[in-house]
Each structure stands twice: as C-alpha cells, then as structure tokens.
C-alpha cells in the first residue's frame, strides 16, 4: 500500500467493493445476514475503519463456506447477530469508536476541570 492509498483510502474502496461483489453471490439470507454483520461491526471500527477489514473478510468467508455447505445462516450465526459481530471484534465488552471518544473527552475535561480549580 502506498502512501496515496493510505491517505485517501482508495484501498479501503477496493477492498469494500470486492466484498460486495463477494456478498451478492450469496443467497438472500446470507445477504441479509452480511449487512446486519456490517451494521453491528462499523461501530468497533477505528477513524478509518482499516481494523475491520480482516474481521469484514474473515465473517464473509465463513458465511462463503457455510453456503456452500448448504447449512442455513441461522445454524450457522444463532439469533443473536450483534452477539456474534462483538465475538468478532474482541469479545463482549469489547471498546467501540464511541467508547474511545466518551473516555478521550472525559480525560480533556478534567485537564481543563484541573488548571480551573488549581
């Protein structure tokens, strides 16, 4: 990867575009779990998203597999879709972009709580 790709993300395009191409060859209930998969991933996802790109890969060939086997997506991921994306992305608890921020700004006010009261 270069630098220009790097800075604008063009790999990430790519990359992304060939997991849709990869997705519409799946059957509709694989298709449908695929984007809840993304829904429920993006959030674990750092500024860039460059973290989730493995995990995105790894979860569309295991739904590649599983098709392929003739095995329906509900054996294969359960009920629980946002259970199986947090697995995905470090376990339960696992620190969302959100998470990172919300600590970022609470560490920010109280420097500036500090120099106030000082």
């Known amino acids: ?68 086997d003739g095995r329906s997506v509900h054996e294969v991921l359960g009920d629980d879709i946002a259970g199986f994306c947090a697995a995905l992305a470090g376990g339960e608890g696992a620190r969302s972009f959100r998470d990172r921020w919300r600590e970022q700004l609470n560490r920010n006010v109280a420097r500036k709580l500090g120099r106030l009261g000082g």
């Open 1 to 68: 990867m270069n630098l220009w790709e790097t800075m604008t993300g063009s790999d990430l395009t790519r990359d992304f575009k060939a997991f849709e191409g990869r997705a519409a060859a799946l059957p509709a209930d694989y298709r449908a779990a695929w984007e809840q998969i993304k829904c429920h991933l993006f959030p674990y996802g750092d500024f860039t998203g460059r973290n989730l790109m493995p995990i995105l890969d790894g979860a569309l060939g295991l739904l590649e597999e599983t098709a392929a």
